[in-house]
């Protein structure tokens, strides 16, 4: 597509319920990066993916939080147990390659009641 | 690893010009970014500075010192739709992602 995809763009979840967030990056973008901002805070880093090399997973806050990338293009992000505090917005950005400008989706706006 | 300061908070008047200043200190330095965010967007690209001096793009203007860990985005002709958020980041060492800073809250008044 034309830009970065993400969805669901709203998900409203229970406490404990696991969820799953999907990213589908420009055409062609080699790399792909998962953030998540809190109200009115930057950008935190979570993990990012480049090509076909490990993950650099060195964002996650805790091992409830798991991120794929399958042949190379779609990723889905995944939070087991969801707690209050991971409500936020999970924005997923691509770049062409490691290091140049990325280009960050819609974002998925996560409620954990 | 990278912290960066930025102003939380500027407020301008439409058609004027606004400087938005960026700090970092960093164990390694390959280049800086501005970002764009509109509320309930995504962040959009605006600028890239790996080399000392002044970038110009349009009404946007991106300036760097590597030296001084200092870094500023100067926007002229402000128009209503510069009311925004916008986020300076900086790319480590191993330019395997970008540390943001927590962004300027830019308000434009007529």
């Known amino acids: 597509g034309a830009g970065v995809s993400q969805s669901p763009s709203n998900k409203v979840t229970e406490k404990g319920k696991d969820v799953e967030l999907r990213c589908d990056p420009i055409?062609?973008?080699?790399?792909l990066y998962w953030y998540r901002q809190s109200l009115g805070q930057g950008l935190e880093f979570l993990i990012y993916?480049?090509?076909?090399?490990?993950?650099?997973k060195s964002g996650l806050p805790s091992d409830r939080f798991s991120a794929e990338r399958t042949g190379g293009s779609v990723s889905t992000l995944t939070i087991q147990r969801t707690q209050q505090e991971d409500s936020a917005v999970y924005l997923c950005?691509?770049?062409?390659?490691?290091?140049?400008?990325?280009?960050f989706g819609d974002g998925t706006r996560l409620s954990i009641l | 690893g990278q912290n960066i300061d930025q102003p939380t908070e500027m407020t301008a008047t439409e058609g004027a010009i606004v400087q938005i200043n960026c700090t970092y200190q960093?164990?390694?330095?390959?280049?800086l970014f501005w970002y764009q965010q509109h509320a309930g967007e995504a962040p959009t690209f605006l600028s890239y500075?790996?080399?000392?001096g002044l970038e110009e793009k349009g009404r946007f203007s991106s300036f760097l010192s590597r030296s001084k860990g200092y870094s500023y985005l100067l926007l002229k002709e402000l128009q209503m739709k510069d009311s925004a958020s916008y986020l300076c980041a900086v790319k480590g060492p191993s330019a395997r992602q970008l540390t943001f800073g927590s962004g300027t809250q830019l308000t434009v008044l007529p």
């Open positions: 960093t164990s390694g330095f390959n280049g």
């Open positions: 500075n790996v080399l000392d």
């Open positions: 950005a691509s770049s062409a390659e490691g290091g140049q400008p990325q280009h």
């Open positions: 055409s062609g973008h080699t790399a």
């Open positions: 993916f480049q090509g076909n090399s490990a993950p650099d």
